[in-house]
């Protein structure tokens, strides 16, 4: 069974900047691709970034692109979402994934979220 754990969200003003973490288990980490999405109120969950297993190869969508930065650790099983320059549209339930496939970004696997808040 995958789980996974996020941590690190929390109530900033704009400019600001945030961490998010997720700890993944249940399997080997370092094989599947890992990514992070949102959902904010009223609207529909959305793709933020993507790392492939190696941690070679990230994309992002375009509204954070020079702002948020994808990382992994697979030594520690960990995948990371650095967010700078925040703005209040960041505003969202994140949350970690994983590819359920190697090579296959699927997302099969989710984490239960973590609020980010970003004031004006």
């Known amino acids: 069974q995958v789980q996974l754990v996020e941590s690190g969200g929390g109530l900033v003003q704009a400019g600001g900047s945030l961490r998010l973490s997720c700890v993944g288990s249940g399997r080997t980490f370092s094989s599947y691709a890992m990514g992070w999405f949102r959902q904010a109120p009223g609207k529909e969950r959305e793709f933020v970034a993507r790392?492939?297993?190696?941690?070679?190869?990230?994309y992002y969508t375009d509204s954070v692109k020079g702002r948020f930065i994808i990382s992994r650790d697979n030594a520690k099983k960990m995948v990371y979402l650095q967010m700078n320059s925040l703005k209040p549209e960041d505003t969202a339930v994140y949350y970690c994934?994983?590819?359920?496939?190697?090579?296959?970004?699927?997302?099969?696997?989710w984490g239960q979220g973590t609020q980010v808040t970003v004031s004006s």
């Open positions: 994934a994983a590819a359920g496939r190697i090579g296959v970004p699927d997302w099969a696997y």
């Open positions: 790392i492939s297993a190696s941690g070679g190869t990230s």
